[in-house]
């Protein structure tokens, strides 16, 4: 997913350039206030142009948090019927999807994903009762979340391992894709790899992107390789073979395998989890 601001009509035309699944036209934190209804008209015009050029890309609009003044304006005269998805920050409650979902009905776009924002304390301390009908995808706000909690960033991530993990885990049970935390140093390949590689390990199943310059890399991480996907196929052979012969449980290359790794391999090839 990657995100551009409202705001610069130029870069959102850009966007598809890179190659994302999905793009975010951004009215929130890259907006300043006075620059809040300039922007609604821009993302308004340049989604829907996008989403007709480009039938095969979702397009996004992350509007204001539910508690702003500019909510309500932005869900008016923002959104349309060519939206993939509306991304809304800061979901902390039940309540605050309730309110998501009646100002989208009332927009005459009720049936679009809801993308929601856990990136508060109470948002990851309530996320079970946040990702629920119409939320259909949900995203870890690392950066929103440390400030809230007064903690302090750190390269490694430990500070947010234990949030982050717990988004992860109610999006599996609820589920919600679950997209990973941004990379604010977009000019470090290394580091934006190292927590791609990471955000998936933990069950996340693609990235927020800042620049364009972070979405090949994001394609790379949670893509899987061609050797993966000729490692799952020759595991789910063997696998198979296994299980005609009444066995329940194989050794593949040097591993044990049983029908958890199998239900992987599956999952990594788009068969089945």
Same mark, same amino acid.
């Given at each position: 997913m990657l995100f551009a601001p409202a705001s610069n009509p130029d870069v959102l035309a850009k966007l598809p350039r890179s190659g994302p699944d999905a793009v975010v036209i951004d009215l929130e934190d890259a907006v300043p206030a006075d620059g809040k209804v300039a922007a609604r008209q821009h993302a308004r015009e340049v989604g829907e142009a996008l989403a007709t050029e480009l039938p095969t890309l979702a397009v996004c609009v992350r509007v204001n948090a539910v508690s702003s003044d500019w909510f309500a304006d932005d869900v008016r005269d923002a959104l349309g019927p060519w939206l993939a998805g509306v991304v809304v920050p800061k979901l902390d409650t039940r309540a605050d999807v309730e309110t998501v979902a009646l100002a989208l009905e009332r927009a005459g776009v009720g049936d679009v994903a809801v993308i929601a924002g856990i990136e508060t304390v109470a948002g990851v301390a309530r996320v079970d009762?946040?990702?629920?009908?119409?939320? &259909?995808?949900?995203?870890?706000?690392? @950066?929103?979340?440390?400030? !809230?909690?007064? +903690?302090?960033?750190?390269?490694?991530?430990? @500070?947010?391992? $234990?949030? &982050? *993990?717990? #988004?992860? #885990?109610?999006?599996?049970?609820? +589920?919600?894709?679950?997209?990973?935390?941004?990379?604010?140093?977009? *000019?470090?390949? !290394?580091?934006?790899?190292?927590?791609?590689?990471? +955000?998936?390990?933990?069950? $996340?199943?693609?990235?927020?992107?800042?620049?364009?310059?972070?979405?090949?890399?994001?394609?790379?991480?949670? *893509?899987? *390789? @061609? @050797?993966?996907? !000729?490692?799952?196929? &020759?595991?789910?052979?063997? $696998?198979?073979?296994?299980e005609l012969e009444g066995e329940g449980a194989i050794v593949f290359e040097g591993q044990m395998v049983d029908e958890p790794m199998a239900r992987r391999a599956r999952a990594l090839l788009g068969t089945g989890g």
């Open positions: 009762e946040v990702l629920q009908p119409p939320v &259909r995808m949900a995203y870890f706000g690392a @950066e929103d979340f440390i400030a !809230d909690i007064g +903690g302090v960033r750190t390269e490694d991530g430990t @500070e947010v391992l $234990y949030a &982050r *993990s717990r #988004v992860a #885990v109610a999006a599996r049970l609820a +589920g919600v894709l679950a997209i990973d935390q941004i990379v604010p140093g977009f *000019s470090d390949d !290394d580091r934006f790899l190292a927590d791609a590689r990471a +955000g998936r390990a933990i069950g $996340y199943r693609g990235k927020m992107c800042i620049h364009p310059a972070q979405v090949p890399l994001a394609n790379q991480v949670f *893509s899987p *390789s @061609e @050797e993966e996907q !000729d490692w799952a196929r &020759r595991l789910l052979a063997a $696998y198979k073979q296994a």
